[in-house]
Structure formats: C-alpha cells, structure tokens
C-alpha cells in the first residue's frame, strides 16, 4: 500500500475533479447531484468515496467514467478526458445494479468485454484472479447474486486497467464474497492500480482505502486518511472504574475535556488522550477496568454529514434555469 | 473489429435462445401451413395472378421478418432497462457499433425466417426462376429498412414493459391493413396501403408475374418511410445515449 499524507507533487497523477457540478433536471425541480468538488487521487492510491445515499457520489462517478459530461469544472482520468482513457483501456468500472446479459456463460462474456480492448488480460488469469473458474462455464442467468457480483468485477478487470472504479461493489453480497472480493481487489491493486471505490460500508473504507472522501448534499465535507477523518471529531474516551466522590476533580486532569459519570464508570472525554490516562493513573492508581475507545468512522461520519445538512438547510436551493 | 466481435456474440446468443426461435420462426411457419396447404392448388390467389401459397410464402416472410427486425427494439429496451447498455460504454465499443450489432443481428434472424418460409413454399409448390427468387429477396432486404430503423428507434422510446404489446400490435396492424393475410384488391384500402412500407414488403411477391414487382411509388414510399424513420430513431438514440 503507498503511503498515505502528503501528496506528493512528482507523483503521476491519477485522477483529477477539479471545480466540478451537475444538476438534473426532474419532474419536481432541479436537483443538484455535484455542487463543485475538487479531488485528485495518485496514480496507484486507493480511494473511498463515503456518503449517504444522495450525496452525489454515484453521479460523481458517472463524471469519472464519461457517462455524464458535468455542467461545469474538468475531469482527467490518467492524464486525459474520461472518454479517451476508457477507449484506451486504462478504465475498468464495476457500476451500480447492472444486470448480466443472458444465454451466455461466465467465460463468454468475459471474453466479449476482453475481445473489446487493445491490450487484455487473458480469460484464465481474470477467472483466477477474482476466483470464479468453478464457474466459468456456467451461464449467466443461473449465477447467485453474489457470484453476478463477482463476475461484474471480472468484466472491470478484463481490460487489465489502470484505473478501477467501483460503485458500491459489495451491495448484495453476504460476508463470504464480501471478504473474497476485497481480497481479489487487494490483490490486483497490489500491481500498482489505482483504486476509487464508492461505499456504504464505513469499515470498508477503513480496511481497503489509503483515504477516504466524505460527501454529503454533493459536497466534499472532509478529505484525508481514514485515521485523520477520525481524528477530525475524534475525541478518544476513557472509560474506568474510579474510587471518587467529585467529578469536578477529575475535569482538572490535564488532556481531560469532559466528564461523565455512570454507574461506577466515569466516562472522560479526551482532547489528548495519553496525557490524561497517565495523569488519571498517577492520582487515582487504584483506577481499574480501564478502556481507551477512539471513536468509529461511524461517528465521524455521522457528525460529518450531519453539519453539511445544517449548513445545506440554511441555502436556499434555488432553481437553476 | 469490435462490431464484429460483438455482433459474433450477439448471435450466438440470439441462436442459443431455443424460445426465441421456437417462437420466432415456428410461427409463421404454422400459419403458413394452416393457411396455404388446404388452398396449394390455388393458381390465381384472388384475382392477384399469383398463387396462394406463393402469395403467402411472401406475406408470412414480410410478417416474421418485419417482427425479427422490430424486435431489436426490445433487444435494445432491455438492455437499457438491465444497465448493460451502461456497462457497454465504459468499454471501448462504440454506441454506433453496438447498433450495427443490434441491426445485424435483426437481419440475420430475418434472413432465417426468409429461408425457413421459403424452404415451405417449395414443399407446398411454388416454384420461380432462380433470378426472380433472388430479386425477390433483395426486394425484401430494402424493404425491411424501414423497420430496422423502427426497432432502433422504439428501442430507445419505450421501457422494456412496453414495448412489446406497443410492436405486437403494430406488426399485427401493419399485417392486416397491408394484405398479408389477403388481398386488398383496388378499393379504399389498396389506396391507404400503398403508402406503407409493409404493403411493399408483401408486394415483393410480385416479381413472379414479370416486369417489375415495385412501381416508382413502391420506390418512394420505402425510401420515404427509410429516412423519417432513421431521424426519429438518431433522434431517440442521441436524447437516449446523453442522459444514459
């Protein structure tokens, strides 16, 4: 996995929004998908897109992948317009909800999606790689939800890409294929690809993603490393069991920013976590059953997107003729 | 290269799908032999100077090919319906390519309804020069242009949901009003007739009394109804294919 920080500006680059927007036209008004995002992810970096439903990320990556042109702002995909690195080959998508086309077998149709680009992956080693050779002879309409799944990702890999751009990839699949399929992503982005992944799943962005992007209301509401997203809300607590009458005194305790109590447990709300468990422990040593939580990407997540909806309510959502 | 690629694919689907084909070809082989065995000895099909098997071999050919071609559309709606069509253009295939497959595909399962028609019209007697079956085949061929532009355009129109009562009911339509099923001889509805591209589909049959099957008009009228129907379906495919 590349590291993770700074961008470095020698690096190649993979893919760059800049200044992006689209609205759509519906029955009940203009909606706004993209408000004007800028994101750049490095060639070889892996990225989640995290949002709640609606947030725009989906259309986001329509922009990617030159299925909608954006209303305003520029999309380069490895150094050119979407359309032509797609062309190219150096794209592989594993869209949202697209069903397979029937009377065909595994094999067939992967070897129709391959037969489409100059320079491909052989079946077998697309079959290998994401696991499914036990059906490769199978056709298409007799597969589970999971398997489909699967074989979607092999069609995405058929062109041997350099980009992987996946929307909500894991939607439908149980633990099993979740696990199997990440492995096989892991493993062809261990080639050096780059990797842009759209998600529900907070714990997939932490475990798969070197960084993740929140989106909420089509914006960007934060834009870093999984950790530092934490960090940003993140206030670690510690939870123990403490022989003391008045929670006044543990308040005190430096790194402490608040206190709570219940039960026996007192609950301290840190602003730096490792200043105040040495301070707790030096005046009460007999404090036990001591737990350090830092707080989940859930919770991040949710204080996020929560103040971009604050932030959205108070702007009138003017219709754009 | 890769409209090749993906029409080799696409009938070989097409060809694996036993309903389709059962249904496709199977029925207009049954009405032709429920109506044209109990009447094969009909030399003059009424007043046409064309025999009654010959006259319906043709009439059943311009049926069952105009529903082959037709049902691009439904091809096309379904796939768009399923996001195949999506999956489709994040690869390097054109949209035009993925058409020319479609339609490809369409002639190629009319050319078997043609050829399994034909091979019942020998059985029940008719019979032509070499030339003529020939010229009569081409004159189907254009004729179908039209309603390969039609598939193509209600394609890209209706939802998959509609789309197939909307074109059963325009073939079945189409059929009655252009003599498929009998001869419109020369009152009101011979006049309206001519002025559709199925009339001159059924017309073909023609080339077994000499001379010429298709008069200017018949001429005319295909081409007409060629390039209406070829901006209406470059019109529904471009408003399809930018929001898609």
């Not at chain 2, 003059?44 to 082959?68: E, N």
Request: glycine share 10%.
């Amino acid at each position: 996995m590349p590291a993770t920080g700074a961008l470095d500006l020698a690096a190649p680059v993979g893919v760059e929004l800049r200044g992006v927007a689209k609205a759509f036209r519906t029955s009940r008004g203009v909606v706004h998908a993209v408000r004007g995002i800028d994101v750049s992810v490095a060639a070889g970096e892996a990225v989640a897109l995290l949002g709640p439903n609606g947030a725009g990320k989906s259309t986001s990556i329509d922009m990617l992948l030159g299925l909608t042109r954006p209303d305003s702002g520029s999309v380069s995909v490895l150094g050119r317009p979407p359309r032509e690195a797609v062309d190219a080959g150096l794209v592989g998508a594993m869209l949202q909800a697209g069903a397979l086309i029937r009377d065909v077998t595994v094999r067939e149709l992967i070897a129709l999606i391959a037969a489409l680009y100059p320079d491909p992956l052989a079946v077998d080693d697309v079959l290998d790689l994401v696991g499914i050779r036990e059906i490769a002879d199978r056709r298409t309409q007799k597969l589970s939800g999971g398997q489909a799944q699967r074989v979607r990702f092999a069609l995405a890999l058929a062109s041997d890409p350099e980009l992987l751009v996946l929307d909500e990839p894991t939607v439908g699949m149980d633990v099993e294929s979740r696990r199997g399929f990440w492995e096989a992503m892991r493993a062809f982005a261990a080639r050096g690809k780059t990797v842009v992944f759209a998600t529900h799943y907070l714990e997939e962005a932490d475990a798969y993603a070197d960084r993740a992007v929140l989106m909420a209301h089509g914006r960007i509401v934060a834009d870093g490393p999984t950790t530092e997203i934490r960090a940003r809300v993140g206030r670690r607590t510690i939870r123990a069991t403490v022989d003391v009458d008045d929670l006044e005194l543990l308040a005190v305790l430096p790194g402490v920013a608040a206190v709570d109590r219940r039960g026996d447990v007192v609950v301290l709300t840190c602003s730096d976590s490792d200043a105040a468990i040495r301070a707790l422990l030096d005046e009460y040593p007999d404090a036990h059953d001591i737990e350090i939580a830092s707080p989940g990407l859930e919770d991040a997540f949710l204080e996020l997107t929560a103040d971009a909806a604050g932030a959205v309510a108070v702007e009138p959502i003017g219709a754009v003729r | 290269m890769t409209a090749l690629a993906y029409t080799r694919f696409e009938l070989r689907r097409t060809l694996r799908n036993v309903r389709l084909l059962v249904f496709s070809l199977g029925f207009p082989l049954i009405l032709f032999f429920a109506i044209a065995g109990p009447g094969r000895h009909e030399t003059d099909f009424g007043g046409t100077g064309i025999s009654l098997p010959l006259y319906y071999m043709v009439g059943l050919v311009g049926f069952g090919a105009m529903m082959a071609l037709i049902s691009t559309g439904a091809r096309i709606a379904s796939e768009r319906t399923d996001g195949w069509t999506r999956q489709l253009r994040i690869t390097p295939l054109s949209s035009r390519a993925y058409l020319r497959a479609k339609v490809l595909t369409g002639y190629a399962m009319a050319l078997l309804t043609i050829a399994s028609l034909y091979a019942s019209g020998v059985v029940l007697g008719v019979r032509l020069p070499a030339d003529r079956w020939v010229e009569m085949t081409m004159l189907i061929l254009v004729g179908l242009l039209p309603f390969a532009a039609l598939g193509v355009f209600v394609g890209h129109l209706l939802t998959a949901d509609t789309i197939g009562p909307a074109t059963g009911g325009l073939v079945s339509l189409l059929a009655l009003v252009s003599g498929t099923w009998f001869p419109l001889g020369d009152g009101f509805m011979h006049d309206v007739a001519q002025w559709l591209p199925s009339y001159w589909l059924v017309q073909a049959s023609h080339v077994a009394l000499g001379g010429d099957a298709w008069s200017a008009t018949g001429w005319i009228v295909v081409a007409a109804w060629t390039a209406a129907l070829a901006l209406l379906a470059r019109w529904a495919y471009r408003r399809d294919t930018e929001r898609v």
